[in-house]
């Protein structure tokens, strides 16, 4: 049973950073891609950030530069680090599993961490 728990959300000032944290059990395995997607009131959910099982990476571009995404997969964590965070990054934002590269396909969620930053 595949389960994905976000943690680190919180509010803070713009120019300001967070650490997403995404605790994956039973594993981060080889065999899938993992991402984070965010999703503001009102607006659908988009992709932010994705690392595939060899490692490469992909951003939305509205986060490039700022945010950085990386896994342990000795710990079973993925991490999202978010830097000079802006009002516009204000969202739900949700970790995720997918069969595919660049996580597509996801086919599993965490329940996700709330980031607000005024």
């Known amino acids: 049973h595949v389960q994905l728990v976000e943690s680190g959300g919180g509010s803070v000032q713009a120019g300001e950073s967070l650490r997403l944290s995404c605790a994956a059990s039973?594993?981060?395995?080889?065999?899938?891609?993992m991402g984070w997607f965010r999703q503001a009131p009102g607006k659908e959910r988009e992709r932010v950030a994705a690392v595939d099982s060899d490692g490469k990476t992909l951003y939305a571009d509205s986060v490039k530069g700022r945010f950085t995404i990386a896994k342990d997969n000795a710990k079973n964590t993925l991490y999202l680090q978010m830097n000079s965070l802006k009002p516009e990054d204000t969202a739900m934002y949700y970790c995720?599993?997918?069969?595919?590269?660049?996580?597509?396909?996801?086919?599993?969620w965490g329940q996700g961490t709330q980031v607000t930053v005024s």
């Open positions: 995720a599993k997918a069969p595919y590269r660049d996580c597509v396909g996801t086919n599993y």
């Open positions: 039973p594993s981060i395995d080889n065999k899938h891609s």
